[in-house]
Every structure is written in structure tokens, then in C-alpha cells.
């Protein structure tokens, strides 16, 4: 090969090597911007007046005087869309009966809309569900619900050729020649007065419990769920898993039965997660009865299980790692096995056994599956430290799938489950960074 | 070895064919010395089906240095650390006939190597200290076999280091890390290491195959300090530090003890045939 060709094939190397380092870096960039972007948005944004209604009203937080002055200013604007409400209610009565019927029709959505927009109207029976008691508490979705509120939605269904668009119509025009007409401009107009948005950090969405399914209210029961699980599941595999390492590394001798183990240990860091969740139903709630059904302690086990290999292998790695001399050093001093394994071989593994600790750790942060059928419930409050034998858990990874996908309300709340991606993302960056952090630590330690 | 012992020296240097060869100056006898204090009778090593040491019979003096030379692969390091059953580490590993220090079985049924290994140290080819720092490296030892009173700890790693002639250079660092010193000040470390745990024999396994000259004079210094006092088993490739350094020198080849004699007859008047063709450098 001459000089010419081996240039442009290194070239062409370092090239590729370049761009899917770059590629990777776009793709992380597009993955992680909106999640990062809309995540923070959970916790800062532009609240309504409702919102701090809320926060009193559920949590008890807020200046009492400082609401009660607000909420009269509101109540001024309200006053006048009241007041126009029940004037075209009147004005209904007076009508002839088929036109009553037909103005009727279209006025039940129209109060529905404006109730969604800012709150239950006077009159109507006090809601059970705490979402019906407040209007909008985000002032984007206010915009949002503004524009539901101004136009009716309508599709076009004239041409079967091609998909059936949608188009608006405006409520005013449907009220034409009627008192109702204001009110449009008049809600439009007088939208900010009445809802007050203001820049808000809400950090209580990190340490809130949740009111009404996500509505409203934070994710702690699902970060805590998240740290309970993930620590249990850390509690059984991290000792099992470095005992089970020192055996392979240090007592295993070789033959068939010791490859058999090890064998299976690597199969076993290869069975897919949800397997190791049926397994976790299977065997840990139904035969063993670790508990009567979900709980905190059945789903750590199941995700102890499925960490386990991880752990060893890179806890094998570690102990392979520290070099023979340091061995040795200390058997040649009178030191006993165990004794060399305990004071020199572990201390010198330590930085690789953590790293792959809080990298599993991370992982089981993370994982859906393995919790679906052994611990995770999609709503609950935050358990005490002493339920976690019995209880089920909210835990991030599930209840971010739940609002995705199961969720009553999922498009309504796309700010929570953005929040929850965010918190489980920074979640387990935070972990490994502190094992790179960790092991820097103790390497540098280790070498003086 | 003093400069002036090793001026002496260089007044013995005896040509052979085409080699010089130094010999060690007159060393006074050492009393209380001279005993057999490890002993091999028909000792055999092997390596799974292989015989790496077959039938030594030796009688190793105590309180004298003795080398081990001989070419790569012939056994010489095995044998050594046959005597401290650092071999246990291998597997495949085991032995035939008997191994004796101080009269028991080495590799006697109940035997405990790790009372025995506290008896025999050992210093390896690579200086290895743990990644601590220089006091707790020399505390090990003493710590592991139950003593924590840190100021009988501190009077030991004193003492140590200066048997070691380290403590003049590290006395005012005992805290920091022991991988922060150079080769040759890491390879009197652990033979500081070696002697906090008060043994009785030394084992060098090539002590200063990894340290340049002048650590490797330091230590061969250091071997002179300690002859008297402890029985000194040392392996190397260096034919010249073996004369310099030991009373008696044994030559291996191919797992066959050749030779064993007072190093300045072997070096001088060898024996065997092959024993004069390897000091004189016709193989290696």
C-alpha cells in the first residue's frame, strides 16, 4: 500500500470517527432540548391566579392578604362576565322556544369552555374532582383554552378524498344579534385581568404531591418511589454482587461447574427487562408472598435481580484489575486470604466496584419493566420508610409511560411528564457523574 | 557495602575468559550463623505434568546470603518461592520430597502458611507497595498479626525504615502515599514492609531488576547491612551483584541445581562445566 493511500485511509478514519461523534452529539442535542426545555418549564412559567389559588387552597402556601386583594381585583372583570352571562339567560326566556332550543345547544359548550378557561361559574354545583375547580393554571394553556373558547372547532368532511380538515368558526358570529356577542371581545380583551399571569417558580413541583392525578401538584411520590426502589434494589445486589465477585476472582477454582455460573451470570445481564418483571410477580410475589401484592421491597428484589450481573461483572473487573503484586505483597507478609482480599484487593477495587455500583444504580432509576408488575401504581402519595414492605409506589419511569399513554388527561399535563423525564434524566446523569466524580476521587487517592 | 569495601573489592576483580567477575571482599564469619535453616531433600516442583525444580538436595546456612543465579526459565524463582509457598497462588502447582525450615515441613499437612510466610519474607521483582501511605505500608504487617497501639506501631516502622536506610529520606512524609516515591526508594520500602513483621529468612526475588544503578547499589548496600541478621535467599540475573552481594551462591539450569558453593569458589573455581560456561557468558 503506498503513502498516498494510507494518508487518505487514516484520514478517512479520523473523518467518520468525527462525524458519528458529531452525529451523536446532534441527535443527544435534539433528544435532550425539548425534554430539558419543556422539563424546566414545569417548575418555571407563567402562572394565573389560579394557580396561587391552588397552591393555597391544597397546599396551604401563599400570602392570604396578598390573594384575597388579587382575587378582588379578578373578581371585578368576573363580575362583568357574570353579569353578561346571566343577562343573555334572561334574554333566552324572552326567546320563542325553537329559537331558545337552538341558541341552548350552543351556549352549553360555550359556558363549558369559559369554565375550563377560568374557573367554575356561579351557580353550578361545587365539583368533586379538583380539576373542575379551577380554571386554567398555566398561562399558555390559558391562551390555549382562550382560543377554544373564541372558536368552535369544525371539520370539513365536503371532499371524501382527502383527510377531513378542520376549521374554526367564531362563537361570536354565532351569537349575532344577541347580548351574548360582548362577551367574546370582552374575555379576550380582559383574559390577563381576570387569570393575572405572573413569572412563577413553582419548586414545590419537585417536592409536591400530586392533586388529582397530575393535574395539579408535583411528582415527589414519584421521585421518592424512584429513590426507594433504586436504593433497595442497590441494598441486596450491591453485597451480593461484590461477594459473588471476590468467589469468582478469588475461590472459584476452574472447571465445568464454574463456568457453568459464569456463563449464566452473562445470560443473565442479557435477559430483557420485562422478563425479569414477570419473574419478579412470579416468583417473588406469588411463591416466596414477599408481600400481598406490589410493593417496594418485591420491585427493589425484582430490580436487585436484574442488576446483579452488572454489578459482578464490573466488580470482577475491578478485582481483576488490582494488580497481583499488591496480592502478593500481602499474602508474603503473613496475611491471610481473606484478610487480603478485605484490607488490600477491595480497597484497590473500590473505584471500579462503585463505578459500576451507581452506573447500576442509575439503571435501576430507570428501568419501567422490571417495576410494572411487582411495585409501581400509577397515582399515590408518598409512602413512610416503614411501608415499603407493603406498599406500591408512584416511581418516575412508570408514571412517565402512564402519562404518555394511559393518562385520562395526557395532552392536558404534557408539562408534568416533561417535568418527570427531566428529574428521572437528571436523575441518573447526577449518578453517574458522582461515579466518574467518585472514581477520580479514589483513583487519585490510590496513586499519591 | 561500604565505598570502601567496594574499592577492596574492585583490587580482588579476577579476569576470567572473557568476563570480569568482582569477588566479595573478606567478610568476616558470622556468629551464630552457618546453621541449616531451610533444607531441601529431593525437593521437586511441578507445574501441572511439568518438573520445574527436580530432586534439589540443599542445606541453606542461616544468617548467611545466599544467591540463586542461572538462565531464564530454570527454575530459580520457583524454587524460591517454594519456600515461602507463594506457589500456593498457582493451581497447578505442587510437590514431591521435602522442604524443610527449621527442621519442620514446609509442605507439611499442617502446616500454616500464613505463621510461615510471617517467618519468611519475601521482596519482589517489582517494588509493590499498597497504594497507602509509607506509614501504614511498613504497619501492615505488625497490624495484621494483632498490634494497634499506633505508638509501638510508629516505634516499628521507625526502626524498619532505618534497617531499611530509607528513614532518613521519608521520615518526614511517613503520611503521604507510597506510590509517590522513586523505584529504588519503593524497593527498600517493602523491604522495610518485609522486616516490621520481624522474620527470620528474606526472600529477594530480583530485587533490582527494575531499579537503575544506583538504587540497585543502595540495595545491594542493604543487603550487606542485613547479612548477620537475617538468612538472605536473593535471585538474579546479575551475575556480578550475585558475587558482590552473597556468601553462597547456587547455579540452576533447566530445574537441576548444578552447583552449590561459597561464591568465590564458585565464581572463581567452578566445579561443573556448565556452571564455567555460564559465569563466563558462553550461554545466558
Redesign the interface.
Known sequence: MNLGTRKILDRSFTAVGFGSIAVMGIALLIVLAPIIYNGIGSVFFTGTLEHRNMLFNEFGRGDKEELVKENAASEVYRKQIYGMLDAFEAELETMEPEKKQDYLSKYGPVRTALQTLIGPLPGEETAILTRYKYGQTRWEKAEEKLHEFLYEAKWDYSNPDVMAKEYFVSRAAEFEGTSLVKLFPYVEKHLPDVLRPRFTVYWGFLTDSSVDSHIFGGIWPEIQGTFFLAVGAMLFAFPLGVIAAVYFTEYAREGFFNSILRSANSTLAGVPSIVFGLFGLAFFINTLKVSESKSVLAGSLTLAIMILPTIIRAAEEAILSVPKTYKEASLSLGSTKWNTIMTVILPAALPGILTGGVISLGRAAGETAPIIFTAAVSVGSAIGLADVFSSPTPALSWNIYNLASEHEAAAEIRHVQYGMVLALVSIVLLLNLSAIFLRARISKKLKG | MTADSRETSQKEQVKTANREIYLPSERKNISGGGTPHVVAKDFSIYYGEFEAVKKVNADILSRYVTAIIGPSGCGKSTFLRAI?R?ND?I?SCHTTGALRFDGEDIYGKFTDE??????I??V?Q?P????KSIFDNIA??PR??GLNDRKQLAEIVERSLRKAALWDEVSDRLD?????LSGGQQQRL?VA??LA?EPEILLLDEPTSALDPKATAKIEDLIQELRGSYTIMIVTHNMQQASRVSDYTMFFYEGVLVEYARTAQLFTNPKDRMTEDYITGRFS
Open positions: 515461602n507463594m497462588l493451581p500464613v505463621l510461615l510466610r510471617k517467618k519474607g519475601m519482589f517489582k509493590n507497595p499498597f497504594p501492615y504487617g495484621l498479626h503521604k502515599n507510597a506510590l509517590g517493602c514492609r518485609a513483621v
